[in-house]
């Protein structure tokens, strides 16, 4: 485990005030926010500044890291002394407001007394219900059709006997129900974070999200997709094989269509009691002139066919 | 080290979350939510508390409305009206890559 230097992780001065250290973890936090941010590690550069915030602005495990500090530098390799913490009294013990599961594992093993449970800051005779946890995971649209099963790894502190708290990898597999919507949530009862002295553990939350394809959009219950089609298939019609999240149809295109124009399959799209459109936009897509016989092709169309595309509504 | 189970989860919005459960996940305390409600930040303008209940965007919208007055110290009105434009934000993304356009 490497020692962080939060104070680095914020670009403050150690002698920084509460005020300061609170001005520079909001800049940081407006640049990583995970719903505008386009870096990519804005996930991981999150997850530390809210930790270096959530150290530097508590007078009482700012002191206990202070001490830590003057023997470390960021990046080195560090264990916890045993009783590092000693001569420092946490209020509340621990962090009953953050979830460690999305802090680091140096952050774990410093403050992470929640959950303890013995010890001798630990909450005997005291009991309490563990916190919900939240994940966002990325499921592919046929899920939505089908069903799917996906494994989902968590990371979740655990005690030691010598009541000092790590992160370890929890797999879960989980079922996908069919149905499920953009941004919809799963709640996982009792996968949440471990109770207290006995109490219930929390909920788990994820948060559903399709992996972008090229194949389809997703718009509420309603999927998109582009059609590719030849000149011939839009003009004269045609009646053809394509592929659909729920399996391949056989699909008629009318006469006379052009590019653009939407196809909609009722029912097609992401099931549920309401389900919802499946709609096809036609691309009409040119063969190239590339052939003898090909150009002679299209010098009969012009020759034949007097048309202006920019004349034509 | 490595765990596996199999879980089966509920879909929210087929079921939806009472105060205590949706105040729970969004790690906020009940009234915090009340208050947000009773304001209109929040909810569906249901006037009967006993009849409140919380949705997939609901649990969305609060845990921004919650991490932009934790983490920016925002004035509950500012915050809702970030969480609003969020979700404009969130509504024209969907409907370019509806229409085939890659928003990112």
Redesign the interface.
Known sequence: MEFKDYYQVLGVDKTAAIPDIKKAYRKLARRYHPDISKEPDAALRMQEINEAKAVLTDPEKRAAYDQLGERYHAGQEFHPPPDWDAGFEFSGSGFEDVDLGEFSDFFANLFGHTGRGTGPRGHQGYQMRGGDRHARIFVDLEDAYQGATRVVTLHVPQTDAQGRVSLHEHELKVHIPKGIKEGQHIRLAGQGHPGVGGGEPGDLYLELHFTPTPDYRVEGKDVFATLRVAPWEAALGAAIDVPTPSGQVHLKIPKGSQGGRKLRLKGRGIPGSAPGDLYFILEVVLPPANTDKARQFYEAMARDMPFNPRQTR | ?????????????E?S?SLE?FA??C?VKRQWVVERIESGMLGDGTRYASQWRFT??D??RA??LRQMEF???ADPELAALVADL?EE??RLR??L????LDP?
């Open positions: 080290m490595t765990e596996k189970n199999t879980v089966n989860g509920e879909l929210l919005d079921t979350l459960e729970r996940a790690a997939s965007r649990l969305t845990r921004r983490d920016f110290e969020f934000v969130d969907a409907r890559r509806a229409a085939g990112r």
